[in-house]
Protein backbone atom coordinates (compact mmCIF):
# COMPACT_ATOMS: atom_id res chain seq x y z
CA UNK A 1 0.00 0.00 0.00
CA UNK A 2 1.49 3.50 -0.89
CA UNK A 3 -1.11 5.25 1.45
CA UNK A 4 -2.34 3.68 4.81
CA UNK A 5 -3.41 4.46 8.40
CA UNK A 6 -0.07 4.66 9.47
CA UNK A 7 0.62 2.74 12.85
CA UNK A 8 3.11 1.66 14.79
CA UNK A 9 3.61 -1.18 17.55
CA UNK A 10 6.85 -2.68 19.30
CA UNK A 11 9.29 -4.69 17.18
CA UNK A 12 9.33 -7.30 19.54
CA UNK A 13 5.35 -7.87 19.75
CA UNK A 14 3.28 -9.36 17.06
CA UNK A 15 0.75 -7.07 15.16
CA UNK A 16 -2.44 -7.70 17.16
CA UNK A 17 -5.01 -6.85 14.61
CA UNK A 18 -6.83 -4.72 11.73
CA UNK A 19 -8.66 -1.95 13.23
CA UNK A 20 -9.58 0.31 10.44
CA UNK A 21 -9.95 -1.79 7.40
CA UNK A 22 -8.46 -0.31 5.03
CA UNK A 23 -11.64 0.70 7.21
CA UNK A 24 -10.68 2.92 5.73
CA UNK A 25 -9.52 0.38 5.47
CA UNK A 26 -7.56 1.40 8.99
CA UNK A 27 -10.07 3.16 11.79
CA UNK A 28 -10.28 3.09 9.96
CA UNK A 29 -10.66 -0.85 9.09
CA UNK A 30 -9.97 0.28 11.45
CA UNK A 31 -8.83 0.16 8.35
CA UNK A 32 -10.87 0.16 10.51
CA UNK A 33 -13.05 2.31 8.67
CA UNK A 34 -6.26 1.87 8.19
CA UNK A 35 -4.08 -0.81 7.47
CA UNK A 36 -2.01 -2.10 10.38
CA UNK A 37 0.73 -4.48 8.83
CA UNK A 38 0.91 -2.92 5.26
CA UNK A 39 3.94 -0.30 5.14
CA UNK A 40 3.83 3.02 3.53
CA UNK A 41 5.50 3.80 0.21
CA UNK A 42 6.55 6.88 -1.06
CA UNK A 43 4.47 8.36 -3.75
CA UNK A 44 6.63 9.67 -7.06
CA UNK A 45 5.33 12.92 -6.62
CA UNK A 46 3.75 13.86 -3.63
CA UNK A 47 2.79 17.74 -4.48
CA UNK A 48 0.66 16.37 -7.48
CA UNK A 49 -2.15 14.53 -5.19
CA UNK A 50 -5.92 15.16 -5.28
CA UNK A 51 -9.13 13.86 -4.23
CA UNK A 52 -11.15 13.36 -7.64
CA UNK A 53 -14.99 13.56 -7.65
CA UNK A 54 -16.17 10.29 -9.77
CA UNK A 55 -19.63 9.79 -8.48
CA UNK A 56 -21.21 10.24 -11.74
CA UNK A 57 -19.49 8.02 -13.39
CA UNK A 58 -19.99 4.93 -10.51
CA UNK A 59 -23.55 3.87 -11.30
CA UNK A 60 -25.25 4.68 -7.41
CA UNK A 61 -29.24 4.81 -7.47
CA UNK A 62 -30.44 8.55 -7.60
CA UNK A 63 -32.34 8.15 -4.18
CA UNK A 64 -29.32 7.15 -2.67
CA UNK A 65 -28.79 8.88 1.02
CA UNK A 66 -27.30 6.98 3.44
CA UNK A 67 -26.83 7.11 7.41
CA UNK A 68 -23.73 4.93 7.34
CA UNK A 69 -21.14 3.37 5.29
CA UNK A 70 -18.74 0.56 5.31
CA UNK A 71 -16.11 -0.61 3.22
CA UNK A 72 -15.69 -4.86 3.51
CA UNK A 73 -15.05 -7.68 1.96
CA UNK A 74 -18.33 -9.22 0.57
CA UNK A 75 -16.88 -11.86 -1.75
CA UNK A 76 -13.77 -13.58 -2.62
CA UNK A 77 -12.99 -10.78 -4.81
CA UNK A 78 -9.74 -8.72 -3.35
CA UNK A 79 -11.54 -5.27 -4.46
CA UNK A 80 -12.96 -3.40 -1.52
CA UNK A 81 -17.03 -3.41 -1.22
CA UNK A 82 -18.97 -0.61 -0.05
CA UNK A 83 -22.36 -1.37 2.60
CA UNK A 84 -24.58 1.24 3.08
CA UNK A 85 -27.30 1.69 6.07
CA UNK A 86 -30.22 3.32 4.73
CA UNK A 87 -32.98 5.06 6.92
CA UNK A 88 -35.60 2.31 7.23
CA UNK A 89 -38.40 2.65 4.89
CA UNK A 90 -41.59 0.35 4.05
CA UNK A 91 -40.45 -2.13 1.69
CA UNK A 92 -36.72 -1.11 1.28
CA UNK A 93 -33.38 -3.12 2.49
CA UNK A 94 -31.94 -0.79 4.90
CA UNK A 95 -29.16 -2.47 4.61
CA UNK A 96 -27.40 -2.59 0.76
CA UNK A 97 -24.02 -3.89 -0.48
CA UNK A 98 -22.31 -2.45 -3.55
CA UNK A 99 -20.15 -5.08 -4.96
CA UNK A 100 -16.92 -3.50 -6.63
CA UNK A 101 -16.59 -3.75 -10.40
CA UNK A 102 -12.64 -4.13 -10.94
CA UNK A 103 -12.28 -0.52 -9.75
CA UNK A 104 -14.47 1.10 -12.32
CA UNK A 105 -18.08 1.28 -10.61
CA UNK A 106 -19.98 -0.82 -8.20
CA UNK A 107 -22.98 -2.76 -8.75
CA UNK A 108 -25.63 -3.68 -6.08
CA UNK A 109 -26.54 -7.54 -4.82
CA UNK A 110 -28.96 -8.82 -2.96
CA UNK A 111 -27.86 -9.46 0.74
CA UNK A 112 -30.47 -12.66 1.34
CA UNK A 113 -33.44 -12.95 2.87
CA UNK A 114 -33.16 -12.03 6.51
CA UNK A 115 -31.62 -8.90 5.66
CA UNK A 116 -34.75 -8.18 2.90
CA UNK A 117 -37.49 -9.48 5.13
CA UNK A 118 -36.47 -7.83 8.54
CA UNK A 119 -38.68 -4.42 9.52
CA UNK A 120 -36.59 -3.88 13.09
CA UNK A 121 -34.79 -0.77 12.77
CA UNK A 122 -30.89 -1.06 12.31
CA UNK A 123 -29.21 1.55 14.47
CA UNK A 124 -25.68 0.55 13.39
CA UNK A 125 -23.41 -2.38 11.66
CA UNK A 126 -19.96 -3.08 11.37
CA UNK A 127 -18.25 -5.88 9.69
CA UNK A 128 -15.48 -7.86 10.62
CA UNK A 129 -14.29 -11.38 9.78
CA UNK A 130 -15.64 -13.35 12.80
CA UNK A 131 -15.01 -16.84 11.88
CA UNK A 132 -11.29 -16.38 9.79
CA UNK A 133 -12.80 -17.69 6.50
CA UNK A 134 -11.71 -14.43 4.52
CA UNK A 135 -15.01 -12.98 3.78
CA UNK A 136 -16.63 -9.55 6.39
CA UNK A 137 -19.51 -10.92 8.80
CA UNK A 138 -21.70 -8.16 10.14
CA UNK A 139 -22.69 -7.34 13.48
CA UNK A 140 -25.95 -5.29 13.54
CA UNK A 141 -27.16 -3.05 16.24
CA UNK A 142 -31.17 -3.63 16.29
CA UNK A 143 -33.97 -2.49 18.03
CA UNK A 144 -37.32 -4.43 18.61
CA UNK A 145 -40.40 -3.45 20.91
CA UNK A 146 -37.80 -1.63 22.76
CA UNK A 147 -35.12 -3.79 23.33
CA UNK A 148 -31.91 -3.47 21.76
CA UNK A 149 -30.04 -6.54 20.41
CA UNK A 150 -27.17 -7.59 18.78
CA UNK A 151 -27.57 -10.01 15.63
CA UNK A 152 -24.55 -11.54 13.76
CA UNK A 153 -24.96 -12.45 10.15
CA UNK A 154 -22.15 -14.42 8.87
CA UNK A 155 -21.01 -14.45 5.15
CA UNK A 156 -20.85 -17.10 2.64
CA UNK A 157 -18.13 -15.51 0.83
CA UNK A 158 -19.93 -14.41 -2.47
CA UNK A 159 -21.35 -11.43 -0.85
CA UNK A 160 -24.79 -13.27 0.71
CA UNK A 161 -25.22 -12.98 4.72
CA UNK A 162 -27.34 -15.29 6.88
CA UNK A 163 -28.12 -15.59 10.76
CA UNK A 164 -27.10 -19.40 12.13
CA UNK A 165 -29.42 -20.84 14.42
CA UNK A 166 -27.78 -20.95 17.77
CA UNK A 167 -25.60 -17.62 17.14
CA UNK A 168 -28.61 -15.84 16.30
CA UNK A 169 -28.47 -13.02 18.40
CA UNK A 170 -27.05 -11.28 21.75
CA UNK A 171 -29.31 -9.12 24.06
CA UNK A 172 -27.50 -5.89 24.64
CA UNK A 173 -28.85 -3.06 27.36
CA UNK A 174 -31.19 -0.04 26.09
CA UNK A 175 -29.29 2.49 24.87
CA UNK A 176 -26.31 1.09 23.25
CA UNK A 177 -26.36 1.78 19.53
CA UNK A 178 -23.06 1.54 17.85
CA UNK A 179 -20.08 -1.77 17.93
CA UNK A 180 -16.79 -1.64 16.85
CA UNK A 181 -14.54 -4.94 16.45
CA UNK A 182 -11.02 -5.75 17.23
CA UNK A 183 -8.95 -8.38 18.78
CA UNK A 184 -8.90 -7.31 22.11
CA UNK A 185 -8.13 -10.45 24.19
CA UNK A 186 -4.96 -10.92 21.30
CA UNK A 187 -6.35 -14.29 20.71
CA UNK A 188 -6.35 -13.89 16.70
CA UNK A 189 -10.13 -13.65 16.76
CA UNK A 190 -12.32 -10.58 16.25
CA UNK A 191 -14.06 -9.19 19.15
CA UNK A 192 -17.19 -6.75 19.60
CA UNK A 193 -17.33 -3.75 21.24
CA UNK A 194 -20.59 -2.21 22.19
CA UNK A 195 -21.44 1.66 23.49
CA UNK A 196 -24.12 3.98 23.60
CA UNK A 197 -24.03 7.66 25.38
CA UNK A 198 -26.96 6.87 27.78
CA UNK A 199 -26.89 2.71 28.69
CA UNK A 200 -29.33 2.15 30.84
CA UNK A 201 -30.53 -0.84 32.92
CA UNK A 202 -33.56 -3.21 33.18
CA UNK A 203 -35.34 -0.70 35.44
CA UNK A 204 -34.49 2.50 33.67
CA UNK A 205 -31.30 3.35 35.59
CA UNK A 206 -27.86 4.31 34.79
CA UNK A 207 -25.48 1.19 34.01
CA UNK A 208 -22.35 0.79 35.80
CA UNK A 209 -20.88 -1.01 32.38
CA UNK A 210 -21.18 1.66 29.77
CA UNK A 211 -19.92 -0.62 27.21
CA UNK A 212 -20.48 -4.06 26.57
CA UNK A 213 -17.43 -6.56 25.51
CA UNK A 214 -18.08 -9.29 23.55
CA UNK A 215 -15.44 -11.90 23.33
CA UNK A 216 -14.99 -14.18 20.03
CA UNK A 217 -14.54 -17.83 21.43
CA UNK A 218 -13.95 -18.98 17.73
CA UNK A 219 -15.93 -19.29 14.71
CA UNK A 220 -17.96 -16.70 15.87
CA UNK A 221 -18.84 -17.62 18.69
CA UNK A 222 -19.52 -14.94 21.62
CA UNK A 223 -19.25 -14.67 25.21
CA UNK A 224 -20.04 -11.40 27.18
CA UNK A 225 -17.17 -11.20 29.31
CA UNK A 226 -17.85 -7.06 29.84
CA UNK A 227 -18.17 -7.38 34.10
CA UNK A 228 -14.74 -9.66 33.93
CA UNK A 229 -12.86 -7.81 31.73
CA UNK A 230 -14.38 -4.13 31.83
CA UNK A 231 -14.58 -1.64 34.40
CA UNK A 232 -16.92 0.58 35.38
CA UNK A 233 -17.40 3.54 33.16
CA UNK A 234 -19.38 6.98 33.64
CA UNK A 235 -22.30 7.36 30.87
CA UNK A 236 -21.43 9.85 27.60
CA UNK A 237 -19.64 7.81 25.60
CA UNK A 238 -19.86 9.20 22.33
CA UNK A 239 -17.14 6.86 20.28
CA UNK A 240 -14.15 4.98 21.27
CA UNK A 241 -10.02 4.93 19.39
CA UNK A 242 -8.83 1.71 19.44
CA UNK A 243 -4.53 1.59 19.45
CA UNK A 244 -1.58 0.54 21.57
CA UNK A 245 -1.03 3.58 23.55
CA UNK A 246 1.55 2.10 25.92
CA UNK A 247 3.79 0.37 23.71
CA UNK A 248 3.42 -3.08 24.95
CA UNK A 249 1.68 -4.17 21.64
CA UNK A 250 -2.31 -4.90 22.82
CA UNK A 251 -4.59 -2.84 22.07
CA UNK A 252 -6.21 -0.13 24.44
CA UNK A 253 -9.19 2.01 23.96
CA UNK A 254 -9.52 5.90 24.40
CA UNK A 255 -12.89 6.83 25.00
CA UNK A 256 -14.45 10.19 23.28
CA UNK A 257 -17.01 11.48 25.88
CA UNK A 258 -20.30 13.94 24.93
CA UNK A 259 -19.67 16.22 27.92
CA UNK A 260 -16.94 15.76 30.34
CA UNK A 261 -13.64 13.92 30.44
CA UNK A 262 -12.55 12.17 28.07
CA UNK A 263 -11.23 8.77 29.13
CA UNK A 264 -8.26 5.53 28.83
CA UNK A 265 -8.38 2.09 29.56
CA UNK A 266 -5.14 0.11 29.37
CA UNK A 267 -4.83 -3.54 28.61
CA UNK A 268 -3.04 -5.72 30.51
CA UNK A 269 -1.87 -7.88 27.45
CA UNK A 270 -4.91 -10.47 26.98
CA UNK A 271 -8.55 -8.42 27.23
CA UNK A 272 -8.78 -6.85 30.73
CA UNK A 273 -9.01 -3.22 31.25
CA UNK A 274 -7.76 -0.84 33.33
CA UNK A 275 -8.96 2.76 33.87
CA UNK A 276 -5.82 4.93 33.72
CA UNK A 277 -7.31 8.76 33.07
CA UNK A 278 -6.60 10.12 36.18
CA UNK A 279 -2.65 9.15 35.69
CA UNK A 280 -2.39 9.26 32.23
CA UNK A 281 -4.15 12.18 30.74
CA UNK A 282 -4.76 15.53 31.04
CA UNK A 283 -8.07 16.94 32.54
CA UNK A 284 -9.89 18.81 29.73
CA UNK A 285 -13.64 19.28 29.98
CA UNK A 286 -15.23 19.62 26.51
CA UNK A 287 -17.94 18.37 23.90
CA UNK A 288 -15.85 16.02 21.87
CA UNK A 289 -17.25 14.54 18.90
CA UNK A 290 -14.45 11.76 17.73
CA UNK A 291 -10.77 11.37 18.27
CA UNK A 292 -8.23 9.12 15.78
CA UNK A 293 -4.64 8.14 16.37
CA UNK A 294 -0.99 8.35 14.41
CA UNK A 295 2.31 8.44 15.24
CA UNK A 296 2.69 12.75 14.37
CA UNK A 297 6.20 13.19 15.46
CA UNK A 298 7.74 9.94 14.38
CA UNK A 299 8.66 8.73 18.14
CA UNK A 300 7.18 5.48 17.68
CA UNK A 301 4.12 6.10 20.27
CA UNK A 302 0.63 6.48 18.88
CA UNK A 303 -0.48 10.01 19.54
CA UNK A 304 -4.26 11.25 19.20
CA UNK A 305 -6.15 13.90 17.54
CA UNK A 306 -8.98 15.16 19.49
CA UNK A 307 -11.96 17.18 17.97
CA UNK A 308 -14.82 19.07 20.08
CA UNK A 309 -17.37 21.17 19.44
CA UNK A 310 -16.41 23.68 21.99
CA UNK A 311 -13.79 23.38 25.22
CA UNK A 312 -14.45 24.81 28.33
CA UNK A 313 -12.84 27.91 27.97
CA UNK A 314 -10.29 26.98 31.18
CA UNK A 315 -8.64 24.78 29.46
CA UNK A 316 -8.26 26.10 25.92
CA UNK A 317 -4.86 27.94 24.53
CA UNK A 318 -6.37 30.02 22.47
CA UNK A 319 -10.00 32.03 22.50
CA UNK A 320 -11.42 29.95 19.32
CA UNK A 321 -9.60 26.44 19.79
CA UNK A 322 -11.86 23.86 19.36
CA UNK A 323 -9.59 20.91 18.22
CA UNK A 324 -6.25 19.70 19.93
CA UNK A 325 -3.89 17.20 19.64
CA UNK A 326 -3.14 14.76 22.68
CA UNK A 327 1.20 13.70 22.58
CA UNK A 328 1.83 10.59 23.76
CA UNK A 329 4.98 10.96 26.06
CA UNK A 330 5.70 7.34 26.48
CA UNK A 331 4.17 4.35 27.86
CA UNK A 332 0.29 5.72 27.20
CA UNK A 333 0.64 9.16 29.38
CA UNK A 334 -0.14 12.11 27.09
CA UNK A 335 -0.28 15.90 27.28
CA UNK A 336 -2.29 18.15 25.23
CA UNK A 337 -0.60 19.93 22.18
CA UNK A 338 -2.46 22.64 21.22
CA UNK A 339 -1.77 23.88 17.48
CA UNK A 340 -3.10 27.16 15.44
CA UNK A 341 -3.11 25.35 12.09
CA UNK A 342 -6.14 23.03 13.59
CA UNK A 343 -9.57 24.57 12.22
CA UNK A 344 -11.41 26.96 14.78
CA UNK A 345 -14.72 25.66 14.34
CA UNK A 346 -17.07 23.07 15.50
CA UNK A 347 -15.91 19.83 14.71
CA UNK A 348 -17.42 16.24 14.21
CA UNK A 349 -14.84 13.81 12.76
CA UNK A 350 -11.03 13.64 12.16
CA UNK A 351 -9.51 10.96 9.96
CA UNK A 352 -5.65 10.41 9.75
CA UNK A 353 -4.25 8.84 6.94
CA UNK A 354 -1.24 9.17 4.68
CA UNK A 355 -3.19 10.57 1.51
CA UNK A 356 -0.25 12.07 -0.30
CA UNK A 357 2.24 9.03 0.00
CA UNK A 358 5.07 11.20 1.68
CA UNK A 359 4.89 8.59 4.79
CA UNK A 360 3.31 11.58 7.20
CA UNK A 361 0.31 11.15 8.38
CA UNK A 362 -2.40 14.22 6.97
CA UNK A 363 -5.74 14.93 8.41
CA UNK A 364 -9.29 15.35 6.79
CA UNK A 365 -11.05 17.05 10.07
CA UNK A 366 -15.12 17.39 9.29
CA UNK A 367 -16.09 20.71 10.66
CA UNK A 368 -19.38 22.79 10.97
CA UNK A 369 -18.14 24.21 7.48
CA UNK A 370 -16.98 21.63 5.76
CA UNK A 371 -13.74 19.32 5.23
CA UNK A 372 -10.70 20.61 6.59
CA UNK A 373 -7.57 19.02 4.61
CA UNK A 374 -4.25 19.26 6.50
CA UNK A 375 -1.21 17.49 4.93
CA UNK A 376 1.79 16.44 7.20
CA UNK A 377 4.95 17.41 6.88
CA UNK A 378 6.29 15.49 9.91
CA UNK A 379 6.86 16.49 14.10
CA UNK A 380 3.77 18.23 14.30
CA UNK A 381 4.12 20.57 10.52
CA UNK A 382 0.85 20.59 8.35
CA UNK A 383 -0.06 22.91 5.46
CA UNK A 384 -3.66 23.80 4.63
CA UNK A 385 -4.60 21.76 1.19
CA UNK A 386 -8.13 22.18 1.70
CA UNK A 387 -8.71 24.40 -1.13
CA UNK A 388 -6.13 22.60 -3.91
CA UNK A 389 -6.75 19.20 -3.04
CA UNK A 390 -10.49 18.48 -2.28
CA UNK A 391 -13.98 18.90 -4.52
CA UNK A 392 -15.53 22.16 -4.48
CA UNK A 393 -19.03 20.15 -2.53
CA UNK A 394 -17.20 19.02 0.62
CA UNK A 395 -20.45 19.17 3.48
CA UNK A 396 -20.65 15.50 4.82
CA UNK A 397 -20.87 14.04 8.33
CA UNK A 398 -18.83 11.18 7.52
CA UNK A 399 -16.37 9.08 5.61
CA UNK A 400 -15.08 5.92 4.73
CA UNK A 401 -11.44 4.64 3.32
CA UNK A 402 -10.71 2.07 0.93
CA UNK A 403 -8.23 1.51 -1.85
CA UNK A 404 -10.82 1.29 -4.23
CA UNK A 405 -9.20 0.91 -7.80
CA UNK A 406 -5.90 -0.78 -6.43
CA UNK A 407 -3.34 1.97 -7.17
CA UNK A 408 -1.89 1.30 -3.91
CA UNK A 409 -3.61 4.55 -2.33
CA UNK A 410 -6.73 5.05 -0.21
CA UNK A 411 -9.91 6.81 -1.96
CA UNK A 412 -12.84 7.57 0.11
CA UNK A 413 -16.84 7.22 0.24
CA UNK A 414 -18.38 10.66 1.91
CA UNK A 415 -22.12 10.83 3.32
CA UNK A 416 -23.39 13.97 2.96
CA UNK A 417 -26.63 14.91 5.06
CA UNK A 418 -27.95 16.37 2.20
CA UNK A 419 -30.33 13.37 0.06
CA UNK A 420 -28.20 12.54 -3.02
CA UNK A 421 -24.93 14.43 -2.43
CA UNK A 422 -23.04 11.30 -0.81
CA UNK A 423 -19.70 10.97 -2.92
CA UNK A 424 -17.35 8.68 -4.19
CA UNK A 425 -13.62 10.50 -4.34
CA UNK A 426 -10.60 8.69 -6.13
CA UNK A 427 -7.04 9.51 -4.79
CA UNK A 428 -5.15 10.74 -8.10
CA UNK A 429 -1.54 11.91 -8.77
CA UNK A 430 -1.44 13.54 -11.72
Not at 98 to 124: A, C, H, R, V
Not at 421 to 427: E, M
Request: glycine share 8%; hydrophobic share 35%.
Amino acid sequence: MKACKLTYYRKHYPNPFLIKALVRAALVLILLSGCWSSPSHVADNPASQRFRDVTGKWLFPQSFSPKQALFLRADQNPLQDLMVLNEAQSGKPQLQVYLNQEGNSFLQKSLGQWMEKTKDPILFFTATDLNRDGGDDLALVVQASGKVSTQILFNNRKGYFYARDKERSYPLRAGIDKVTAGDLDQDGDMDLFYFGEKVLTADGKPDAHQARLLINKGDGKLEDLTVLLMPPLPAGIRDVSFADYDGDGVVDIFFVYGKGQNRLLINNGVGKFADRTASHIPRILDDSEHADWADFDGDGDNDLLVVNRSINKHYRAYPEETTYFLENTGRGHFKKRSHKMLPRLPSYKAYLLDANGNTKPDALILTSEGVCYLQGRGRWGFTDETERRLPRFRFFREMAFADVNQDGFLDLFALSPTPDRSRIWLNRFD
